[in-house]
């Protein structure tokens, strides 16, 4: 079945990946005035592992394993906070598209199914 | 529901700069209190935020990010002498100690809450788009 196959599990990690990613720009934005509040991104650990190099075929991929970096190289106001809401929000809007995009292809490949299944009763 | 734990980000950064906001006006309400209850004029008050830690590890310690006010401070800066030996809080030399608050200082701070109320409406509006598509996806 569709949603047993690879393809769906990807889009699973996929969605999943947009929705962490949207709940930490959300936590930066929040943050905005908090002062000595550094800005969070995050790093996916499939990602991590393709770059040292020892990616394991063991794991599934439905499931999304991130890790919470501080980003600390960029600038600082005064107070201590280095949150820009400008990059914040566009980023928050990139989480969105990918998102929505996702979910209407899933959708729409769930629609292709229901369509072949009642097809013989017309 | 899970996904409804991200509104909790923005409604506490919301409820965060709304709290800021009424700290502003009470600062501007009492500019010229010459008395409080403990004797002196009034100190201007100072709103300190501190993050609520987000972690998506431990889902169940109830890490759920957004923000916090962390306390509120009084300012120790000294207060505005002003001579006006006719005022009832005159003292022998005829001055009176006004608050330690600056409107214009308040109404740079009353800007950037409401910028910062602002930005987190404009990150509200995209969340409840995506929990939208959510709800929608099997129409």
């Given amino acids: 079945m569709f949603f047993q196959s690879n393809e769906f599990k990807v889009m699973e990690a996929g969605v999943q990946a947009a929705w962490?990613?949207?709940k930490l720009h959300l936590?930066?934005?929040?943050?905005?005035?908090?002062p000595g509040y550094k800005a969070k991104g995050l790093v996916f650990e499939d990602a991590l592992k393709e770059a040292r190099g020892k990616r394991d075929s063991s794991s599934d991929g439905s499931v999304v394993r991130a890790e919470i970096v501080?980003?600390?190289?960029?600038?600082v106001r005064p107070d201590g906070n280095n949150v820009d809401f400008d990059s914040e929000n566009v980023s928050l809007y990139k989480a969105y598209v990918q998102y929505s995009l996702l979910l209407d292809k899933i959708t729409g490949q769930f629609s292709n199914y229901s369509y072949v299944l009642n097809s013989n009763m017309k | 529901m899970a996904f409804l734990g991200t509104l909790d980000i923005v409604g506490s950064a919301l409820t965060a700069e709304r709290y800021r906001t009424d700290v502003i006006m009470q600062n501007i309400a009492n500019e010229k209190t010459t008395?409080?209850?403990?004797g002196e004029p009034y100190r201007r008050k100072q709103v300190v935020?501190?993050?609520r830690p987000l972690s998506f590890q431990e889902e169940l310690n109830k890490a759920k990010g957004g923000v916090?006010?962390?306390e509120v401070r009084e300012s120790d800066r000294e207060f505005k002498a002003v001579y006006d030996p006719t005022h009832p809080q005159a003292d022998e030399e005829g001055y009176v100690l006004y608050p330690n608050v600056d409107t214009t200082e308040e109404m740079i701070d009353l800007m950037a809450a409401s910028n910062a109320y602002e930005?987190?409406?404009?990150a509200l509006s995209v969340v409840k788009a995506m929990i939208t598509k959510t709800l929608e996806m099997n129409k």
Avoid: S
């Fill in chain 1, 20 to 22: 962490m990613q949207q």
């Fill in chain 1, 27 to 34: 936590q930066n934005i929040a943050n905005l005035e908090t």
């Fill in chain 1, 70 to 75: 501080t980003q600390e190289n960029t600038v």
């Fill in chain 2, 35 to 38: 008395i409080t209850e403990n």
């Fill in chain 2, 49 to 51: 935020f501190q993050e």
């Fill in chain 2, 68 to 70: 916090r006010i962390a």
């Fill in chain 2, 119 to 122: 930005a987190n409406l404009t």
